[in-house]
C-alpha cells in the first residue's frame, strides 16, 4: 500500500477470487471477510469550477459535459452552486490530486482537436547578434575549414617547464601588453599544475609531443581559451581571452610525398584566411619585443594589428625538437582574441572586372641579409599604383656568389589596365618607379 496501491481493490479482488473457486472447484466459503488492521482509505476533494476549465483550455466548457464525464470516470460530484463542483476521485485514480488534474482529464475525453490552435502575441524583438560571439563562431568555422581540430586543456601549467619554454618574456605580457607575475596555486595537486597558464602555447605542443610518439607524424590543432596573470593589487587577477595554433608534420600521400614546406607557412596562410574572412586589416612585422626561448629566433615573426602586435608565429627550435625526440617540424602561433574581434574591419571594395589583358614582369633583386621580402612587396604594390594586381616571390637564392649574408629574391608582379591594353612605355614606367623607389630606400644592392 505505500505505493499506492488501491486499498479497496483488495475487498474486489477476494471475492472475485473466492467466486471462481466456488464456480470451477468443490471449494466453499465459510465466512464473510475478515479485516485485521483495516487499512483506512482516504478520499481527497478537489474543488473545480467551469469556468477555470474554459480559462485553462481555451474554449467554453460545457457544465453538463463535465458533470457526465467525471461521472462516467467513477468520481463523486457535488455541486455547491452553479459551475462550481466538489468532485471526490476513485481511490484507483491516486494521479488526480488538484483542480489542473481534473482539467487535463476534461480535455482529454472531451477531445485534444476541441482546444483551438492560436499563437500568443509576440510583441518583443529579437535581440542583436553579439559581435564576440559571432567572431568565435567565424573563427572556429575558418580553422575547421583548414583542417584544424580544437583541444581543450586544463588551465594548469608546470611553472618550471613553461618559464624554460618561453624565457624572460611571456605571451601576456607581450600580446596583452600588461606586466606578467604568475598566478601560484596556493595547494597544487603536482609540480605540473603548479599555476595557472601564461599561454596556450605550451599545452598545445605538450600535446603535440604525445601525439607524435603515439605514431600520429601530422596533425593541426586550436585552441581557444584564457590565459592568466597577477595584477599590482593584492586579489587583483586578471584573464585574457587567446585563440593559438600548432601544426606538426606533413600530410603525406601519393601526390604530396616529395613535399616538405615548414609547417609554419600553412600556419601564416590559416591565420591570414582567418582575418580576411573578419575584414581586419594586417600585416607581418619583425619585432625585438617577440623572442622566446623554445621558438626559432630566424622563423619567428610578429602579427600587427591597427599598428599593435597581437600574436605571434614562428617555428619551434630543433633543439627543442630533439629534446622531446619529435622528428617532424613543429610550428605555432597564438593571437589576442579582444585585439582581433574589436578591431575594425575594413570596408569591402567591388569594382567591375577589367577586360583587357594582364601583363606580368619579373624582377630579380640582389638584397642584404637583414631585408625582408615583404618590405619590398610594399614597395611594388606602391609603384605600381592602379595597374597593381598582384606581386609574389618565386624564387630565393642563396650561394657562394653571394658575399655577407647577401641573397638574391626574385618577383613576379602582376599588372592590368582597367581603361586599355598596357603598353610598353607604361611597362617601362612602372619598372623605372620600382628600381628607384628601391634604391631610394637602400633596400637593393643591384
Not at 467554453?60 to 462550481?84: M, P, Y
Not at 604568475?182 to 605550451?202: D, G, H, I, Q
Not at 613535399?259 to 584566411?273: G, Q, R, S, W
Request: hydrophobic residues 40%; glycine residues 6%; proline residues 4%.
Amino acid at each position: 500500500f505505500t505505493r499506492g496501491v488501491d486499498a479497496a481493490v483488495t475487498t474486489l479482488a477476494l471475492e472475485k477470487a473466492t467466486e471462481l473457486l466456488q464456480k470451477f472447484s468443490k471449494f466453499e466459503a465459510c465466512s464473510e471477510i475478515v479485516d485485521i488492521g483495516k487499512v483506512p482509505a482516504t478520499k481527497n476533494t478537489i474543488r473545480l469550477d467551469i469556468q477555470t476549465v474554459s480559462d485553462r483550455l481555451g474554449y467554453t466548457a460545457d457544465n453538463g459535459k463535465l458533470k457526465d464525464i467525471f461521472t462516467r470516470l467513477g468520481c463523486e460530484l457535488k455541486e455547491e452552486k452553479a459551475g462550481s463542483w466538489i468532485i471526490t476521485p476513485p481511490s484507483f485514480r491516486a494521479d488526480l490530486e488538484q483542480d489542473m488534474d481534473m482539467v487535463e482529464e476534461y480535455a482529454r475525453v472531451a477531445g485534444y482537436d476541441q482546444i483551438p490552435e492560436s499563437l500568443p502575441p509576440f510583441s518583443a524583438k529579437p535581440a542583436h547578434h553579439d559581435k564576440v560571439s559571432e567572431g568565435l563562431k567565424k573563427i572556429r568555422h575558418t580553422l575547421v575549414e583548414e583542417g584544424y581540430q580544437e583541444a581543450l586543456h586544463m588551465v594548469f601549467s608546470p611553472e618550471k617547464k613553461a618559464k624554460e619554454f618561453f624565457g624572460e618574456k611571456n605571451p601576456v605580457q607581450v600580446l596583452d601588453g600588461v606586466p606578467f607575475q604568475a598566478v601560484r596555486l596556493m595547494n597544487p595537486l603536482s609540480e605540473e599544475m603548479a599555476e595557472l597558464r601564461s599561454s596556450l602555447t605550451y599545452g598545445l605542443t605538450q600535446t603535440c609531443i604525445k601525439n607524435f610518439h603515439q605514431g600520429y607524424a601530422f596533425g593541426r590543432i586550436f585552441e581557444i581559451g584564457r590565459v592568466f596573470t597577477k595584477g599590482a593589487d593584492a586579489g587583483d587577477y586578471k584573464e585574457y581571452d587567446h585563440l593559438a595554433l600548432c601544426a606538426w608534420g606533413q600530410n603525406k600521400n601519393l601526390w604530396t610525398k616529395s613535399l616538405d614546406a615548414p609547417a609554419v607557412f600553412e600556419i601564416k596562410n590559416t591565420i591570414e584566411k582567418m582575418l580576411e574572412s573578419m575584414g581586419r586589416k594586417y600585416r607581418w612585422v619583425s619585432s625585438n619585443d617577440i623572442a622566446f626561448a623554445q621558438i626559432h629566433p630566424g622563423q619567428l615573426s610578429a602579427l600587427e594589428v591597427e599598428g599593435k602586435v597581437v600574436g605571434f608565429i614562428g617555428s619551434i627550435h630543433p633543439q627543442w625538437l630533439e629534446d622531446n625526440k619529435v622528428r617532424v617540424n613543429v610550428a605555432v602561433a597564438e593571437v589576442s582574441l579582444p585585439a582581433i574581434l574589436n578591431a575594425k574591419s575594413k570596408p569591402f571594395k567591388f569594382a567591375s572586372l577589367r577586360r583587357f589583358p594582364k601583363v606580368e614582369r619579373d624582377f630579380s633583386f640582389v638584397v642584404p641579409g637583414q631585408i625582408k621580402a615583404a618590405e619590398i612587396m610594399q614597395v611594388l604594390k606602391a609603384a605600381s599604383g592602379d595597374l597593381f594586381v598582384d606581386a609574389a616571390v618565386f624564387d630565393l637564392y642563396v650561394g657562394k656568389d653571394m658575399k655577407n649574408g647577401e641573397r638574391s629574391l626574385a618577383f613576379r608582379l602582376s599588372l592590368q589596365d582597367a581603361q586599355g591594353t598596357l603598353q610598353e612605355a607604361q611597362l617601362q614606367s612602372v619598372q623605372d618607379e620600382v628600381f628607384k623607389r628601391l634604391r631610394d630606400k637602400k633596400l637593393i644592392l643591384n
